[in-house]
């Protein structure tokens, strides 16, 4: 494929589409049982549960005004299924600490720290 074919396909994608291909997601595994996935954002990270919930403000405001979702969900979708992700192994105690630290600060400190250290 061409760059010129390359940038026009990247183009037509979709905004959300365009998310999930970011590599911001990352699923913890605990034992292979958890589906609870990380949004790495700029300034904020967001939990989500795939195809269920996320933490972020539009996630309440869509559902408030009778939509479903917002865009990180709908990317998680892409990144799953292009396979953009990240994975990080952890104990489920782990898990429920990330949780509280995003919720806490906004920030999924130990897994930010996981993938900075290379596990």
């Given at each position: 494929m061409s760059v010129r074919d390359a940038c026009l396909e990247?183009?037509?994608?979709?905004?959300?589409?365009?998310?999930?291909?970011?590599?911001?997601?990352?699923?913890?595994?605990?034992?292979?049982?958890?589906?609870?996935?990380?949004?790495?954002?700029?300034?904020?990270?967001?939990?989500?549960?795939?195809?269920l919930y996320c933490s972020c403000p539009s996630m309440a405001g869509s559902l408030l005004k009778g939509g479903w979702g917002c865009k990180h969900?709908?990317?998680?979708?892409?990144a799953v299924s292009s396979g953009r992700f990240r994975r990080v192994?952890?104990?489920?105690?782990?898990?429920?600490?990330?949780?509280?630290?995003?919720?806490?600060?906004?920030l999924a400190v130990t897994v930010r720290r996981r993938l900075a250290s290379g596990g």
């Open positions: 990247y183009l037509a994608l979709e905004p959300d589409e365009v998310l999930g291909l970011s590599g911001r997601y990352v699923k913890l595994e605990a034992g292979g049982a958890t589906g609870v996935w990380v949004y790495l954002g700029g300034s904020r990270d967001y939990i989500l549960v795939e195809g969900l709908r990317g998680l979708k892409a192994a952890m104990e489920p105690r782990e898990v429920g600490r990330v949780v509280m630290e995003v919720y806490a600060s906004g």
